[in-house]
């Protein structure tokens, strides 16, 4: 079921203790030489009509909200951004409607890394309100990390930036938003040293075209299998969360 597509009356007739609620979250920013900057939106957006249309009776499919939290991305222009306290703000917001009308599982699904931070405090934030139901959040790619390594042709092997994951999605879905001719890889610099380590940097101190991995590699075929295995993963979980019994 797709929140969007339905009246008030069909949605007053959805068992709150019989879905899910999927939150799909993105960000509209600079994405290299060669991806619309629009492509975390329409990537997440896919994974989750994918999984919509594998259960529809247990799934409530809001619209996918495009502002993400990429003020890191904001020295190279082509972004939309929200300040990170107003991202958590923002994100307990479109969910507390639902969580106040009874819904009992929730699920916020993930296109954006710069969000990451922000749907686990809005979650922390919201936890305490809403004691007896399951809050849960996860970027796509961690769901299903252990089986896009196994496709992934390059030597990265966890999502990167415009990197061979997203723009083999994009070439699946929206070929006519690549620009073939612009694409370059841009290895990361990883110090191995310094792994486990956070560091605070932006964007355009990372990579001098605004890209992360091995966007070369890329091809529609194996974009399709990524999608693929990322729906089945996330259906797979949304199963698990639907089994599993409220807390106290």
């Keep these: 079921m797709k929140f969007h597509e339905m009246t008030f009356p069909e949605l007053r007739r959805v068992p709150r203790d019989g879905v899910v609620v999927l939150a799909p979250i993105a960000a509209c920013e600079q994405h290299s030489l060669h ?34 939290a990429s003020a890191h991305h904001l020295r190279f222009g082509a972004t939309l951004s929200a300040e990170v306290d107003t991202h958590i703000h923002l994100l307990c917001d479109l969910v507390t409607p ?17 969000n990451i931070d922000t749907m686990q405090v809005s979650l922390r934030r919201l936890q305490r309100l ?51 001719e612009q694409v370059r ?11 486990g380590l956070y560091l605070a940097e932006d964007m355009h101190q990372r990579t001098d075209h605004g890209a992360v991995g091995y966007p070369a590699l890329a091809s529609a075929d194996k974009g399709r ?15 698990a969360l639907l089994a599993r019994a409220l807390p106290g």
């Design 35 to 68: 991806l619309a900057t629009l492509t975390d939106t329409i990537l997440v957006t896919a994974v989750a009509d994918g999984v919509e249309g594998r259960c529809p009776q247990q799934l409530l499919q809001l619209p996918t909200l495009w502002l993400g």
């Design 98 to 114: 639902l969580l106040d009308d009874g819904y009992q599982r929730l699920l916020m699904l993930n296109g954006h890394g710069g």
């Design 130 to 180: 809403y004691r007896n139901r399951i809050l849960s959040a996860a970027s796509y790619w961690d769901l299903a990390a252990k089986e896009l390594a196994a496709l992934a042709e390059g030597p990265r092997k966890t999502m990167g930036h415009a990197c061979e994951f997203e723009t083999s999605m994009m070439l699946a879905l929206r070929p006519d938003l690549v620009r073939r």
């Design 185 to 195: 890889d841009d290895p990361p610099r990883d110090d191995p040293a310094l792994r």
């Design 225 to 239: 299998a990524f999608l693929d295995t990322v729906v089945a993963r996330t259906t797979e979980v949304v199963q």
